[in-house]
C-alpha cells in the first residue's frame, strides 16, 4: 500500500497541480485518510511545500452538527464556512480536494438543512471560486477510502476499504509502471478527440436513449470543448480530475429543450438522489421528479437563479475503464467518469472563446451560465445516440451505442 500511496501522491502533486516549490497548498480530506495525507504532505514538505493547511472532515461530527445546530449556527461551521480559501487564493496557492462521498449517514437530515450548508459551502469563498473558474489558482480533485464508503460500494465484502483502494489505484493508473507516462498517453488522446469535436463547429446536440432521454442542447458560437489537460493563463498544464474520461463544454444557458433521464445516483452534500428525470424549456428546469431525494434535488434546482440552468456537459464512452469496471462508486468524480453527463449550475470560462478574460456579466450575455451551483449528473447508456449539428446545418452522428461514433 506504502509504494502505491507514494505514486498516488506523485500524480497528485506534480501532475494534477503541478506544484511549485514554495506554493501554499490547502488539502482537503477525510480525517480517515491520514495515512494517505502523511505522505502526501511529508513528500511535499521535502520538495519545498512548506504552508500547507489542512482542511479535515469526518461525516459523523457533520451528522451531529446537522442533527444539533440551527441555520446560523450552520453558517459559521467550518465544516461549511471556507472563508480560509480565499486567503490561499489571494497568495496563489494550490488546493487539492480529496473526496470520499458518505451518503447513508445523511438520509434522515432535513433537506433545507442539506441545501444551505451546500449553499453556505459554495458562496464563502468567492475569491477562490472564480479563480478556481478562470485556472488562475491550481486544483485538483481526487478520491480517497473511507470506511463507511467502501461499505457502500462493496457491501458485506472483508477488507472493503482496502479493496477500494485497489480499485481508486487502478482507474488512477498507479497500478502501471510508470503511472505518469501512462497519464501523457491519456492525455493524448483526450487532445485528439478534443480537436475533432472544435474542428466541427458544432451549434447543437440532440441526445436520445431507451430510458426516454430525448434532450436538444444549444451550443454558442465561441464555445470550446476541453479534456483531460487543462491549462492556466500562464500556459502551466493542469490535471483538475484525477481520474477524467471527459471531453466537456459549456452550452448555451437558454438554449436546452426535452427530458433527460438520470442514468445512475447522484449523492448530492452526503445525500442520495435516486432514478430521477428532468424537464427543460429554453434552458430553464420545469418539472422534475426522483424517487429517492426529491427535496433534496429541489433544493439543488432552486438553490439560486443560475442553478435551473445547465453549465456543462460532458461526453464520456460508455466502454471506458471506470465503466467497463462495473462499479458504482457512489462517488461524483469517479461515476461521472463512467457515463456522459450534465451539470447544473455554474459553466466554464475556459469552454468560451476569450471567457476566462471575461467578467460574470459578459459570460452571461454570450451565453454561459452563471451560478453558486455546478452538481454533475450522469446520463450515459450503453445505447446513447447523440447527433449534433453543425453551424453549417450538417448533421453528425457523434455517438452511437454509447461510444464515440469514431
Not at 285 to 296: I, L, Q, R
Not at 348 to 366: A, H, I, N, T, W
Request: with cysteine; charged share 30%.
Amino acid at each position: 500500500m506504502k509504494d502505491n500511496f507514494e505514486k498516488y501522491a506523485d500524480l497528485l502533486l506534480f501532475k494534477g497541480l503541478n506544484i511549485k516549490k514554495g506554493q501554499p497548498l490547502v488539502i482537503t480530506s477525510p480525517i480517515e485518510s491520514i495515512d494517505f495525507v502523511r505522505v502526501l504532505a511529508k513528500k511535499a514538505y521535502e520538495y519545498g511545500v512548506h504552508d500547507i493547511y489542512f482542511d479535515w472532515s469526518d461525516s459523523y461530527l457533520k451528522l451531529y452538527q446537522l442533527q444539533n445546530f440551527s441555520m446560523d449556527e450552520l453558517d459559521n461551521s467550518l465544516f461549511w464556512n471556507k472563508k480560509v480559501y480565499d486567503e490561499y487564493a489571494e497568495k496563489d496557492g494550490a488546493f487539492l480536494m480529496l473526496t470520499a462521498e458518505e451518503s447513508d449517514i445523511f438520509e434522515n437530515v432535513n433537506p433545507e438543512k442539506i441545501s444551505h450548508t451546500s449553499y453556505v459551502s459554495r458562496t464563502t469563498r468567492p475569491i477562490y471560486k472564480e479563480k478556481q473558474g478562470k485556472y488562475e489558482v491550481p486544483w485538483c480533485i481526487a478520491m480517497v477510502s473511507t470506511e463507511i464508503s467502501s461499505k457502500k460500494v462493496f457491501p458485506g465484502v472483508e477488507n472493503s476499504k482496502e479493496k477500494l483502494w485497489e480499485e481508486i489505484f487502478k482507474a488512477c493508473l498507479i497500478d502501471k509502471d510508470d503511472p505518469l507516462a501512462e497519464w501523457d498517453k491519456k492525455i493524448a488522446k483526450s487532445k485528439s478527440n478534443v480537436k475533432r469535436l472544435n474542428d466541427l463547429h458544432l451549434q447543437k446536440l440532440h441526445y436520445t436513449n431507451s430510458l426516454g432521454t430525448d434532450l436538444e442542447i444549444g451550443l454558442g458560437e465561441g464555445h470550446i470543448w476541453c479534456g483531460a489537460d487543462e491549462k492556466m493563463p500562464s500556459g502551466r498544464p493542469l490535471l483538475v480530475n484525477i481520474p477524467t474520461e471527459e471531453i466537456f463544454t459549456s452550452p448555451l444557458m437558454d438554449a436546452t429543450n426535452g427530458i433527460v433521464y438520470a442514468s445512475k445516483p447522484l449523492v448530492y452534500s452526503g445525500t442520495l438522489i435516486d432514478k430521477f428525470w428532468i424537464r427543460f424549456e429554453k434552458g430553464k428546469v420545469v418539472d422534475f421528479d426522483a424517487e429517492e431525494g426529491k427535496e433534496v434535488l429541489d433544493g439543488m434546482i432552486n438553490l439560486d437563479e443560475g442553478s435551473c440552468k445547465l453549465g456543462e456537459c460532458a461526453l464520456v464512452e460508455y466502454d471506458s475503464p471506470i465503466s467497463n469496471s462495473k462499479i458504482l462508486f457512489y462517488n461524483t468524480l469517479f461515476d461521472e467518469n463512467a457515463a456522459c453527463h450534465l451539470a447544473l449550475g455554474n459553466g466554464f470560462p475556459s469552454c468560451y472563446q476569450d471567457g476566462v478574460k471575461m467578467s460574470r456579466d459578459e459570460l452571461l450575455k454570450v451565453g454561459v451560465n452563471q451560478s453558486n451551483e455546478h452538481t454533475d449528473f450522469m446520463i450515459g447508456t450503453e445505447d446513447l445516440k447523440i447527433i449534433g449539428t453543425t453551424v453549417d446545418g450538417e448533421e453528425v452522428t457523434i455517438f452511437e451505442n454509447g461510444n464515440f461514433a469514431w
